[in-house]
Each structure stands twice: as structure tokens, then as C-alpha cells.
């Protein structure tokens, strides 16, 4: 029934190890994006994908790494983690296009780096 | 560059009154979007209200109503008849209404974290 799905929900991990949060969406949305939640609560947008095509990229690090394998998926792998990338984050989905469409967010993955 | 500022990191209220958060927001554009989430401690981001720049009647959702002041560039909630579920962090944001790549890319504000006092 979840119409964005995040795994895990919480991710705790060593310094310098490689992780992957995975999101889907079932909503038959073309546009997918990826957004973090610092420890101040601030919320700012990193990447956004349409139709696995990539739109928005932020200035984030490139350890970063988003793969889009189809449009319903959208998953962030990130290298060599470091203490500041400890966050909350958050995988949405919309539909392309100006209008009435809605953002939908998934719960979000808190990532604790230690 | 569009931004997003709430000058009220905090705010309590009792129950069954009334509240109102403060929204301003810096832009050149004239056609855009405006909301409000909503963040309770499960995390979740709830759609609260939004407004079309162009409509000049003010939206409004039940209990939870703006007041879209464009010429000001404020957007301020009122919560009405609080409830003790409505307890959460606030978060105002932004979304050109024609950004050329058709994406929702939304600027936040720092958040406004609400206590409901019973």
C-alpha cells in the first residue's frame, strides 16, 4: 500500500564504508528525487531524476552516487562515508510537468555515521 | 537564488486556541507555489496546505488556513482549535511554478517546531 518506499528506515554504519538506500514509488510517477535533512532539520533538495534521466543536481559530494534502474526506482549509494553525512533522507516522487501535481515523500532513512 | 525563512524556531500553544506561524519568502518570479508540511516525530512529511500564486483567495484546509500576502511575500499559517496531533515541526516552502525542467524542486524554510500544551 506505501506509495514511497524507503529501505532501511535507519542505517548505522562505520566511517569510510559504502551504503545504499534504496526507494520505490507505485504511484506510476515519472519523476523521482532524493532530498536530505541535516541535523538542524534544514531540508534541502540533491538529485532528481525523470524518466531515469537526471534533472537536478545539487552540489553534493560525489561520493553520492544516485541509480534510477526504471522509473518506479531510485536508489543513492554513497562512498566512503564520512561524519557529516549523517542525516535524514528523504526519497519523493511526482509527476513531470507544471500543474497540480503533488509531491509525495517516503518516511525517510536515518543515517547515523560513526 | 529563491529562499525560504521562518523567524520563529519555536512556538507553543494551548490546546483548543489558535496559532499562527510566520512564512516570508524572497523571489522574482511571479507565478509559483507555496505549502506547508507538516513533520510530526514519526518523520513522515504531511502535505498541510498549499497555494497557488495567482489565486488571491487565501486556501484553506479545516483547521488550517493561510494568509498569502503577495505583495509582502508572506505565507503564514493559522492553525485553528489546535490539537494535541498537531504538535510537530512546520516546515514553509517554495516551487516555481515554471522552472523549465518541470521538476518539483521545493526550497525550505528552517522549520518552526510547535508544542500543543494540553
Known amino acids: 500500500d506505501t506509495a514511497v518506499s524507503q529501505t532501511p528506515k535507519y542505517l548505522v554504519t562505520q566511517m569510510g564504508n559504502d551504503k545504499s538506500i534504496k526507494c520505490e514509488q507505485n504511484?506510476?510517477?515519472?519523476?523521482m528525487y532524493w532530498y536530505k535533512q541535516d541535523s538542524k532539520k534544514f531540508l534541502k533538495i540533491m538529485f532528481s531524476y525523470n524518466n531515469k534521466e537526471l534533472i537536478i543536481n545539487e552540489t553534493v559530494p560525489n561520493r553520492f552516487s544516485p541509480k534510477s534502474p526504471d522509473k518506479a526506482h531510485l536508489n543513492l549509494h554513497i562512498n566512503s562515508l564520512e561524519l557529516g553525512d549523517s542525516a535524514v533522507y528523504f526519497c519523493?516522487?511526482?509527476?513531470w510537468g507544471v500543474g497540480d501535481e503533488k509531491l509525495f515523500f517516503g518516511s525517510g532513512t536515518q543515517l547515523s555515521v560513526l | 537564488a529563491q529562499t525560504v525563512t521562518q523567524s520563529q524556531p519555536e512556538m507553543s500553544v494551548q490546546e483548543a486556541e489558535t496559532v499562527t506561524l510566520s512564512c516570508t519568502y524572497d523571489?522574482?518570479?511571479?507565478?509559483?507555489?507555496l505549502f506547508w508540511y507538516k513533520q510530526p516525530p514519526s518523520r513522515q512529511m504531511i502535505l498541510v496546505i498549499r497555494q497557488e500564486a495567482y489565486k488571491q483567495q487565501n486556501a484553506t484546509e479545516n483547521r488550517f488556513s493561510v494568509n498569502f500576502q503577495k505583495a509582502a511575500k508572506s505565507f503564514s499559517l493559522k492553525i485553528s482549535d489546535s490539537q494535541l496531533g498537531d504538535a510537530a515541526m512546520y516546515f514553509c516552502?517554495?516551487?516555481?511554478?515554471?522552472?523549465?525542467?518541470?521538476?518539483?524542486?521545493?526550497?525550505f524554510g528552517k522549520g518552526t517546531k510547535l508544542s500543543v500544551i494540553p
Open positions: 516552502a517554495y516551487r516555481i511554478a515554471y522552472s523549465g525542467a518541470g521538476s518539483y524542486q521545493l526550497t
Open positions: 519523493a516522487s511526482s509527476l
Open positions: 523571489t522574482s518570479e511571479s507565478d509559483y507555489y
Open positions: 504511484l506510476g510517477h515519472d519523476t
